[in-house]
Nanobody, 124 residues
Framework: VQLQASGGGLVQAGDSLRLSCAASGRTFFQYTAGWFRQAPGKEREFVASIADSGDTTYYTDSVKGRFFISRDNDKNTMLLQMNLLKPEDTAVYYC??????????????????WGQGTQVTVSS
């Protein structure tokens, strides 16, 4: 499976961005999918995940109520709608998947496939 992330950019604090992740192959629906981010000088961290069916989502506390993850298994795509962006959201954002049998709580070490990353920069 290959993942292609897109949608990053330079925005001001309070603005919105929508990231997209396109997956190749026919098995995307069998994977838990999620987003991670890595800021300069920091470790990669979990942001959000969504169940294979799309009916359950999970967010890290710092983005709850501002970021919303969704997926369309018919189109093999996943989205991350980011609202009320803050300078501390600045990072390279990566989409990731792992087989749904491993559960919703995604960790860096538990990811099976990574996208290439897309830069999000939020100016104050």
């Amino acid at each position: 499976v290959q993942l292609q992330a897109s949608g990053g950019g330079l925005v001001q604090a309070g603005d919105s961005l929508r990231l997209s992740c396109a997956a190749s192959g026919r098995t995307f629906f069998q994977y838990t999918a999620g987003w991670f981010r890595q800021a300069p000088g920091k470790e990669r961290e979990f942001v959000a995940s969504i169940a294979d069916s799309g009916d359950t989502t999970y967010y890290t506390d710092s983005v709850k109520g501002r970021f919303f993850i969704s997926r369309d298994n018919d189109k093999n795509t996943m989205l991350l709608q980011m609202n009320l962006l803050k300078p501390e959201d600045t990072a390279v954002y990566y989409c990731a998947i792992r087989p749904s049998a491993f559960g919703m709580r995604m960790t860096v070490k538990g990811v099976f496939y990574w996208g290439q990353g897309t830069q999000v920069t939020v100016s104050s």
